[in-house]
């Protein structure tokens, strides 16, 4: 019998834990409403420390005015439940989830601080999302300092996301080291996402069209061709999906503009259905071609 996942909800509660262990964990953020792709980040954690911590919460910080924060799916039982059922592969592992009862425990009346990561948060998903990043950089920074990982695990599925962090802690020289998990995807091709909840049978399928425009995309950008001929490939590639919020190759190691050096290329875009936001990404490696996950 394994022993059962241990929950805080009080920000006091995982501090007095952390002080006690004397190897630091890895340790996995998420909003909760977890499906395979926040099961395979919490798995690569386990296969790598005897200790994983799993954070749970819908950050009000990350939410524009207008986007979905209070319709955002919470189903702490259930998400409790696939963590425990997880836990059966690796009973000599242990897991810990902190999922605070309130925005208080993470953001108390003594909380004044704001993290932001200029210039690489101003472009893709910063351009319809202004504040979007910033609320993610507090909020990671400080779930961070509450953790005190080893590593933290996010979701080449927010690529843009995993780089500004990579850039914080870099930048801050914070002791953790940050590393990007694949994509987990539907079978149909769709990227897994707590979002796609809210689609329709045929939102669906047009949400699909951005999974297809990437792949689609990734096998036409080529190594053969210069830089500045897979940019003006994608601007022709563009004319077809202009429905999309934006589509865009970049240097997936800088995220700038794709040039004679890139190694490996970004290709992202964002796509609105209805009043879904959703996003998807592929990374092509100039030398050995798209890496399909
Ligand atoms: P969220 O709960 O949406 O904030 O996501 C928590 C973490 O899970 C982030 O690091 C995401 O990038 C990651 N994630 C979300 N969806 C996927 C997916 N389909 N595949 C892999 N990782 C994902």
């Not at 790598?48 to 005015?65: A, L, S």
Request: glycine share 4%.
């Amino acid at each position: 019998m394994n022993q059962p996942v241990l929950v805080f909800k009080k920000l006091a509660e995982i501090l007095d834990w952390r002080i006690d262990q004397i190897v630091a964990p890895g340790v996995v953020m998420t909003m909760g409403n977890l499906h395979a792709g926040h099961l395979s980040l919490i798995r690569t954690s386990a296969q790598e420390h005897d200790t994983t911590v799993v954070t749970i919460f819908v950050n009000p910080k990350q939410f524009g005015p207008s986007e979905d924060f209070d319709r955002y799916p919470r189903t702490l039982h259930e998400d409790l439940a696939l963590i425990q059922n997880l836990v059966q592969d690796f009973p000599h592992r242990k897991f810990i989830v902190f999922a605070p009862s309130s925005i208080d425990e993470i953001y108390g009346e003594n909380f004044v601080t704001s993290v932001r990561v200029d210039h690489f948060t101003q472009k893709l998903c910063g351009l319809s999302r202004p504040t979007h990043f910033e609320g993610v950089t507090t909020v990671v920074a400080r779930l961070l300092g509450i953790t005190k990982p080893h590593v933290a695990y996010y979701g080449q599925k927010d690529f843009q996301q995993f780089f500004v962090i990579k850039k914080m802690a870099e930048n801050l020289m914070l002791p953790y080291e940050i590393c990007c998990c694949p994509i987990v995807r539907d079978e149909d091709g769709l990227a897994l996402s707590s979002r796609n909840a809210y689609l329709s049978k045929d939102e669906r399928e047009i949400a699909l069209s951005l999974a297809r425009a990437i792949v689609k995309l990734s096998n036409e950008v080529s190594s053969d061709r210069g830089a500045l001929e897979n940019l003006e490939h994608l601007s022709s590639f563009k004319k077809d999906y202009q429905h999309f919020e934006y589509l865009e190759i970049l240097d997936a190691n800088t995220l700038e503009t794709i040039n004679n050096k890139t190694q490996t290329m970004l290709i992202a875009g964002a796509i609105k259905v209805g009043k879904t936001r959703l996003i998807d990404n592929a990374l092509v490696n100039l030398k050995s071609g798209p890496n399909h996950d």
